[in-house]
């Protein structure tokens, strides 16, 4: 059965983008039944009309409280049809009731290895701290910030000459391919959480796999695990 997702965003929308095609060109098994975003100039709104989705906008600033707003957002995406949650450069943290109406069903990707460096500015902290890895993290959401269960990590080396835009840029490519290999897993239902850790049933290699990145015209490796089973 096709996982039923819905999509949420406050700008540009690229990983939702990278959703939407992987879907159109059934690489991945899914249907979005919903792409919704809080902001009344989210980018992702136009890519989601461009591909014939479904998509609303509920602005939160017209709600009073984050409960409110949520159960405003539960009631959109479950009359959508989805029962998994996407977020897709999201900014704002859930509430309890959002996450228990979804319970292991709502996905994020922050970029950044957590868990160093979680909130909004995960690349250019990481720069500002003179670290020499950094990446990105596709975890299950809970309600600590960028604290839940980890499912995929990659990790790139941070070069003497970047900054904050050239860092993050190299990790959205790493996003892409790590949060498409995590959606997979979880419409194949492999996935399964023992205590804080997430194991991937059925691995074909137990060992990080090193996959070439380009940006900026910049080749790089960088280190995934768990491995990438798909491209």
């Known amino acids: 059965m096709s996982l039923k997702i819905a999509i949420l965003a406050s700008g540009s929308g690229t990983n939702a983008q990278v959703i939407f095609e992987a879907v159109k060109a059934k690489k991945l098994d899914a249907e979005i039944c919903l792409v919704l975003a809080n902001k009344p100039d989210a980018k992702v709104l136009q890519r989601a009309e461009n591909f014939g989705l479904p998509h609303c906008l509920i602005d939160h600033k017209q709600f009073a409280s984050r409960e409110e707003y949520d159960k405003n957002v539960v009631r959109a995406i479950k009359d959508s049809g989805a029962d998994c949650v996407v977020l897709a ?44 890895f950094s990446g990105c993290t596709v975890h299950f959401v809970s309600e ?46 492999r996935l399964e959480i023992i205590g804080h850790t997430v194991h991937v049933r059925g691995l074909t290699a137990e060992k990080a796999k090193l996959a070439e990145i380009e940006s900026g015209g910049v080749a790089m490796n960088a280190l995934i695990y768990p491995p990438l089973e798909t491209e």
């Open 89 to 132: 450069g999201y900014m704002r943290m859930v509430t309890p009731y959002f996450l228990e109406s979804f319970p292991n069903r709502v996905v994020n990707i922050h970029p950044a290895v957590l868990p160093s460096f979680p909130g909004v500015h995960g690349a250019r902290d990481a720069v500002r701290y003179g670290v020499k």
């Open 144 to 189: 600590e910030m960028d604290a839940g269960p980890i499912i995929i990590q990659a990790v790139t080396p941070c070069l003497q000459s970047d900054d904050e835009q050239s860092l993050q840029n190299r990790i959205h490519c790493l996003e892409h391919k790590v949060y498409m290999q995590a959606l997979k897993w979880l419409a194949e239902d």
